[in-house]
């Protein structure tokens, strides 16, 4: 089965850049998306398709996706972006949804 | 603005089933997937399986293949999720989330419901 792999965690000072990986294999002909989840709340669709931010997210979220890693960078971090970030894509050979194991972002 | 209310939160049996269900408003119900997402406690997301409420096509996660039925009404626009034979693994907390026209397509999941927590304890 497809594996997405996450770092666990991520610390960042605030006002810096937070870049949280995601590795699997040939990735980058995947749709790429992710997620932001905080304490006792449901995930939150970040970005879709690779890059394209969801309705209300800043534009200090972007995303990458290439060869075998993708990337969610958060630019001038704020507080509020404390969370847990989850990868997900569809794979088609084991016809399965799958999500990477989350990292945790610290704001420092 | 699409809303899923979930069902509220249970405690069963092992050996038992529970099932869960999620009401959708403020979009259209029939052609996007419902799909079904797991979250054990301090542990990730995890995909149960979906379905295509228009034409009832469900897909199922194999690791659920035989215990898991996902349904829905699109008179209430509710879909609903049955787990069976429930263990205490089985304890997690439950999403069910809006996905694409299919429930083979590598959509986003876009709108998530608040969460059902399922507890199996003897």
């Known amino acids: 089965s497809y594996v997405l792999t996450q770092p666990p965690s991520v610390s960042v000072a605030p006002g810096q850049t937070a870049r949280i990986t995601c590795g699997g294999d040939s990735i980058g002909t995947k749709s790429l998306h992710w997620y932001q989840q905080k304490p006792g709340q449901a995930p939150v669709l970040v970005v879709y398709?690779?890059?394209d931010r969801a309705s209300g997210i800043p534009e200090r979220f972007s995303g990458s996706n290439s060869g075998n890693t993708a990337t969610l960078t958060i630019s001038r971090v704020e507080a509020g972006d404390e969370a847990d970030y989850y990868c997900h894509v569809w794979d088609s050979s084991s016809i399965h949804h799958v999500f990477g194991g989350g990292t945790k972002v610290t704001v420092l | 603005q699409v809303q899923q209310v979930q069902s509220g939160a249970e405690v069963k049996r092992p050996g038992s089933s529970v099932k869960v269900s999620c009401k959708a408003s403020?979009?259209?119900?029939?052609?996007?997937?419902i799909n079904w997402v797991r979250q054990a406690p301090g542990q990730g997301l995890e995909w149960v399986g979906g379905?295509?409420?228009?034409?009832?096509?469900?897909l199922y996660a194999q690791k659920f293949q035989g215990r898991v039925t996902i349904t829905a009404d699109e008179s209430t626009t509710t879909a609903s999720m049955e787990l069976s034979s429930l263990k205490s693994d089985d304890t997690a907390v439950y999403y069910c989330?809006?996905?694409?026209?299919?429930?083979?397509?590598?959509?986003?999941?876009?709108?998530w419901g608040q969460g059902t927590m399922v507890i199996v304890s003897s």
């Open positions: 379905i295509l409420p228009i034409f009832g096509s469900t």
């Open positions: 989330a809006r996905g694409g026209y299919s429930v083979h397509d590598d959509d986003a999941f876009d709108a």
């Open positions: 403020g979009g259209s119900f029939g052609n996007k997937a």
């Open positions: 398709d690779d890059s």
